[in-house]
């Protein structure tokens, strides 16, 4: 079985790294941090499309992602959602949000215009979040 992630989100994401079902990512969006989970899968869009195990397993990988973001950010709630509306591939939406944030309490979609993290931010939250995902594996 290959795995190809849909270009719209390869074109809008960092790679973080890959925890048993799904392929983590960050949106390059420094204004929220906020992960996106890929089931490595072909040809899925949405969530019963998946067996019970692999369901599972993707409401596990999500929280584990939500707990860790929250720990990481201190972010006063986390959105977890799969919308693919835009993108039909399944992918679920781990948000970190806070009260000052650009869109609270709204949703972030559509919300002002994306602000890429630099280089440097860039560097800093994927290395603390690819630990979070290594920890996840061992």
């Known amino acids: 079985m290959t795995f190809a992630l849909d270009p719209r989100l390869a074109a ?3 790679e973080v790294g890959e925890l048993t079902l799904c ?4 949106m390059n969006d420094s204004r929220f941090p906020w992960l996106i989970l890929v089931p490595r899968r072909d040809n899925l869009s949405e969530i019963h499309e998946l ?3 692999e369901r599972a397993r ?3 990988e999500a929280a584990f992602a939500g707990e860790r973001l929250k720990a990481l950010t ?3 709630k986390i959105n ?3 919308l693919g509306n835009m993108v039909s591939q399944l992918h679920v939406h781990v948000i970190a949000r ?3 944030d650009a869109a609270w309490p ?3 979609w559509g919300v002002g215009k994306a602000a890429p993290y630099t280089p440097e931010e860039a560097a800093a939250r994927l290395a603390a979040l690819r630990a979070l995902v290594l920890e996840a594996r061992q």
Request: hydrophobic share 45%; proline share 8%; no cysteine.
């Open 106 to 108: 709204g949703p972030v």
């Open 23 to 26: 392929r983590v990512l960050l």
């Open 12 to 14: 809008d994401t960092l």
């Open 80 to 82: 977890t959602a799969a």
């Open 74 to 76: 201190g972010a006063k």
């Open 51 to 53: 067996s019970p195990e």
């Open 58 to 60: 993707l409401i596990d």
């Open 98 to 100: 806070f009260d000052d």
